[in-house]
């Protein structure tokens, strides 16, 4: 048995080794093919189609069982054996594969089985910019002394980038700085980044340095990765200790305890460590100073160690020395004053006081005193002062008198009291002073009158106000005191005659509160000014005046007033409107007034009642009415429409009134009945009939008196004279007006006068003159021709 399975093994040795010596020949005979394919591209990306480099057809390539051989790194490739096209089987990383290998080329075989055949193939995976520089400290720390000269380099650790080619490393930068720039320098590895000293470093102006480290790749666009360079400057002995003065002056009392503190010296350096630690010791000083002052090493202090006597010495010199922990050292002087004792105060005798004075008073004496001090030399000698913010001076006279006397005249209303100190103080060191302190009283004088809080006021009321309301102030203020400072409020007289003003407003005389004595109305005054005066009860008194506005807010309290049409006339107002009339046609215009002012006039109008809704329209702003549709002949002749005009005020207030349209097919039509009057205001105007019927029949037996009379005349002159009467025909004319402008609307009325000619057989109107009422014509816009041809239906002749 072993034998047999030795030979078996042997037998399968052998088929291998021929395998692969096919396998070998086929491959030195063939070409490499290469293909290429960028990193991080997904799965099933296409990289080539095979069957022209294979030399195969379709139909031939399934035959031949071809399939993907690779060897070492596994390459995750998909063939289609229908197409030829080869894919990736998942996605690529470059940096996995290959490293920092460049150019990154796996090799792979296209093995067909049918015949055996090879062909040896490459697929190069090129590379993207993927990757950020990295440093892998993202803080470097460097220690640099201050003695370092100009131009040393430092070497900083490189960034890495996984990236190869031009998306690797290309270059580094650096904070902009006053002490280092940066170099680059090529290596094996890469470039490598140095930093070169440029200027001297002071670690006493600057102890440490932060910059900035960028490291960019060369990749589009360029990928950049940080690091902080943290730069510490190590310090050196170059700086000798330094005194805040250079020499020290003190002045010590001769009474001085042992112990007492003298003076403290001190010094700085610059240094830090050993270098800046400073120790203080007497410098050439003789037996005596040691004796008599002691100095502290460490702080400088120096303390007295045995009692002062200015008979035996008045000026001590000491100089001290200040050592660092190098060496370096610098002195300094202490000049110490002995100083004689002062141990009495200065006197004052006080002679004459006056401490009530009036203001306005020119130098004036208040006070007169002497001083004295039992001391002699300069602790004898005495100065006398006082304050200098006050308005007095001191004036000295014989034999240490002094006077107090004022340097000015003095104002009770900028200062009524004033406390003044006077100082006598020797000349000792220290020096004794003795202070007294007198109250003088300033008394008031009436100089200065009453003044207003304004110039001018100005009251804002309310119309229809209640009488007696308090409308508002005035305030007056007088800087006087006492009587002097009692003011009364008056109103002054007005100049204008026709202000009503005692019946307007009244004034209280002790605070000024102003009232409006009678309801104001705005319509009849919207503003009045008048002067109100303040006068004091000083001796002479004094006034002033102010102005004050009194404006009258407007209310809504006038309801809307028509001017057109107009609603007291004895006939109802009728607008004729052709049956034939287009949509929109201007049948007229309601025209209102409101006595308000502002948002209270703004008025707007609006369709109330209607015989027929949707026939007419009213325009909410100007009041036209106008036909909302083409008429016909199924709508009715007569309609009565309301408008309700209204005002913007607050509650609003509205007015009400009726328009009578008549539908007609031309104006040429002789009879033109009435509309119907409605029964309310049919009852509410008979008494107006019945005065009309009245005089129309006075009026006729008036003229048919005297028609008798001329035709009397004539006949006796017999001379035949035609007979012209002004008469209505058959079926009366409307006596209201007739609008005869083609817009319908009376814009700008006329009234006719119609007659109509006896014994001429005709039936032809007479038009002699156009009578234009004045209140239309100022206050009512004058309407274009919209329907011309309607306007040509209606001539007279």
Known sequence: METRERKELLLEQRQVLIFFVLLGMTLAGSE???????????????????????????????????????KGKKLSLQFDRQTGDLFLNEKLDREELCGSTEPCVLPFQVLLENPLQFFQAELQIRDINDHFPVFLDKEIFLKISESTTPGTTFLIERAQDLDVGSNSLQNYTI??????????????????????????????????????????????????GTALVLIEILD????????????????????????????????????????????????????????????????????????????????????????????????????????DLNDNSPELTMSTLINQIPENLQETIIAIFSVSDSDSGDNGRIVCSIPDDLPFFLKPSVENFYTLVTNTALDRETRSEYNVTITVSDMGTPRLKTEHSIIILVSDVNDNAPAFSQKSYTLLVHENNQPALHIGSVNATDRDSGTNAQITYSLLPTQDLHLPLASLVSINADNGQLFALRALDFEALQAFEFRVGATDQGSPALSSQALVRVVVLDDNDNSPFVLYPMQNASAPCTELVPRAAEQGYLVTKVVAVDGDSGQNAWLSYQLLKATEPGLFGVWAHNGEVRTSRLLSERDAARHRLVVLVKDNGEPPLSASVTLHVLLVDGF??????????????????????????????????????????????????????????????????????????GRGTLSQSYQYEVCLMGGSGTSEFKVPKPIIPNFLARGVETGSDENPSFRNNFEFS
């Open 236 to 339: 050196i002995n170059d700086n000798a200790p330094e005194f805040t003065k250079v020499l020290y002056e003190v002045r010590v009392p001769e009474n001085s305890p042992i112990g007492s503190h003298v003076a403290t010296v001190s010094a700085r350096d610059l240094d830090i460590g050993v270098y800046g630690q400073i120790s203080y010791a007497f410098f050439q000083a003789s037996e005596d100073i040691r004796k008599t002052f002691q100095i502290n090493a460490k702080s400088g202090e120096l303390l007295l160690t045995q009692k002062l006597d200015f008979e035996s010495v008045q000026i001590y010199t000491i100089n001290i020395q200040a050592t660092d922990g190098g060496g370096l050292s610098a002195s300094s002087v202490v000049l110490i004053q002995v100083i």
């Open 668 to 741: 040429s039509q002789p009879y033109l009945p009435l509309p119907e009057v409605a029964p309310e205001r049919a009852q509410g105007d008979s008494l107006t009939v019945y005065l009309v019927i009245a005089l129309a029949s006075v009026s006729s037996l008036f003229l048919f008196s005297v028609l008798v009379f001329v035709i009397v005349r004539l006949c006796r002159r017999r001379r035949a004279v035609p007979l012209s009467v002004c008469s209505m025909p058959e079926g009366h004319f409307p006596g209201h007006l007739v609008d005869v402008s």
């Open 175 to 224: 904070s902009p700085n006053f002490y280092f720039h940066l170099t680059i320098q090529d290596s094996t590895d890469g470039i490598l980044p140095q930093l070169v000293l440029d200027k001297a470093l002071d670690r006493e102006e600057q102890p440490e340095l932060t910059l900035t480290l960028t490291a960019l790749d060369g990749g589009t666009p360029p990928r950049s």
């Open 32 to 70: 490499s093919r290469r293909y290429s394919v960028a990193e991080e591209m997904e799965s099933g990306f296409f990289v080539a189609n095979l069957l022209k480099d294979l030399g195969l057809e379709v139909d031939e390539l399934i035959v031949r069982g071809p399939r993907i051989v690779s």
